[in-house]
Each structure stands twice: as structure tokens, then as C-alpha cells.
T-cell receptor
Framework: DAGVIQSPRHEVTEMGQEVTLRCKPI?????LFWYRQTMMRGLELLIY????????DSGMPEDRFSAKMPNASFSTLKIQPSEPRDSAVYFC???????????????FGEGSRLTVL | GQQVMQIPQYQHVQEGEDFTTYCNSS?????IQWYKQRPGGHPVFLIQ?????EVKKQKRLTFQFGEAKKNSSLHITATQTTDVGTYFC??????????????FGSGTKLNVKP
């Protein structure tokens, strides 16, 4: 398996522009997570999906952020409009939760490094 | 939300020295996971601890879960330059949905001098 695939790996954009980050989870995984990593705040959970359904988006900073998972093999995280403080590395991770359990190993993608000027 | 404190923030050691990082919670944890992130890389799963007092070993790495399930530690014996990176604990916080929601500690950045 190719692992979790994220694109783009790097994005430089100007304040006010729309940014879309993409993620392809590992085939067969039923949970998907979006994390943001900065020096100041470390790894923050933004949102996670189970079976394509958003379970908890309480970590999403504000209305400028939105995430979708239209099917089991694709998710997007959108920032509109972007601001300099959104600059960070955004990680997507997927996991397989066996029926009857509630924890599993997280497999992270290589991340999308976003710079908003 | 679940607060997981991790110490120290940084650790610089000479190659061959031991290293320990600690993860503490004010509340009882269901389980805990440990991840390693190399510089410029992404977090990679190391291990999960579930049982009170559990001790697991992976070669030079020893993981412990406290008896009260409120703390955990990762100990590396005789560090090597390949151990360089940031080590994170991630604590599972049960939610009403009972899904796999983890809060990551702030991480301990390990630097190993050859």
C-alpha cells in the first residue's frame, strides 16, 4: 500500500486566496483525521471522520476552515480566505477501527506545508 | 479537553547516553500511544499501551504505563544518532461517540551528539 497520500506537499499563497489540501487515506481504513502542526501549538486535531461522516469538528479554528469527505478514498481541507496565521504543516492521518474497538494506530501522510504571505 | 503534559521539551544527549521522556495526565487515560517524528518528517506510530502498569520493549526502547493510568514514559537505552527526532505521546480521550480521538502531547525533541 502507498500509505496516506497528501497533496500538495508545499503551497505558497497570498493572504485572501483559497487553499485546498487533499488527502487519500489508506485503502480499507474507516477513520480519517486532519491535524495542524505549528511550533507554537504543536499537533492540533482539526476534524475527524468515521465512515466518511464528520464526527467532531470542534478543533476547526473558524468558519474559514471546512473539510469534506465525499467518499472513503478522498478528503479535502479548505481554507477560504487564507491568512498568514494559517501557515503550518497540515497532516492527514487514517486509521482502521475494528468493530467493537475504539482505538487504532494512526498512519500519517507526509503533510502539506502551507505558507500564507 | 484532555490535557496531556509532556516533559522535558528538549533533551540533548551524547551518543550512548540514556534518554527518558514523560507524559502526564490529570485524569485517568484509557490508553496511550507513542509516536516518533524525524526532522522534516511525519509522526510514525511506535506503540500503544492499554493495561495498568504495562511495560513493553522494542529493542532499546522501553515503554511504561503507570499503575493509575495517568502517566507514561519512554526510555531509550544507549542512544544513537538515528534516535534523533521528536517523541510524542497521544492520549485517548473517550467521547460520547467513543471513537479514536487522540490528544497529542507537546513532544520531547531529542538531539543526539555523536
Amino acid at each position: 500500500d502507498a500509505g496516506v497520500i497528501q497533496s500538495p506537499r508545499h503551497e505558497v499563497t497570498e493572504m485572501g486566496q483559497e487553499v485546498t489540501l487533499r488527502c487519500k487515506p489508506i485503502s480499507g481504513h474507516n477513520s480519517l483525521f486532519w491535524y495542524r502542526q505549528t511550533m507554537m501549538r504543536g499537533l492540533e486535531l482539526l476534524i475527524y471522520f468515521n465512515n466518511n461522516v464528520p464526527i467532531d469538528d470542534s478543533g476547526m479554528p473558524e468558519d474559514r476552515f471546512s473539510a469534506k469527505m465525499p467518499n472513503a478514498s478522498f478528503s479535502t481541507l479548505k481554507i477560504q480566505p487564507s491568512e498568514p496565521r494559517d501557515s503550518a504543516v497540515y497532516f492527514c492521518a487514517s486509521s482502521f477501527l475494528e468493530p467493537g474497538t475504539n482505538t487504532g494506530e494512526l498512519f500519517f501522510g507526509e503533510g502539506s506545508r502551507l505558507t500564507v504571505l | 479537553g484532555q490535557q496531556v503534559m509532556q516533559i522535558p521539551q528538549y533533551q540533548h544527549v551524547q551518543e550512548g547516553e540514556d534518554f527518558t521522556t514523560y507524559c502526564n495526565s490529570s485524569t485517568t487515560l484509557s490508553n496511550i500511544q507513542w509516536y516518533k517524528q524525524r526532522p522534516g518528517g511525519h509522526p510514525v506510530f511506535l506503540i500503544q499501551l492499554v493495561k495498568s502498569g504495562e511495560v513493553k520493549k522494542q529493542k532499546r526502547l522501553t515503554f511504561q504505563f503507570g499503575e493509575a493510568k495517568k502517566n507514561s514514559s519512554l526510555h531509550i537505552t544507549a542512544t544513537q544518532t538515528t534516535d534523533v527526532g521528536t517523541y510524542f505521546c497521544a492520549a485517548y480521550h473517550p467521547t460520547v461517540y467513543n471513537f479514536n480521538k487522540f490528544y497529542f502531547g507537546s513532544g520531547t525533541k531529542l538531539n543526539v551528539k555523536p
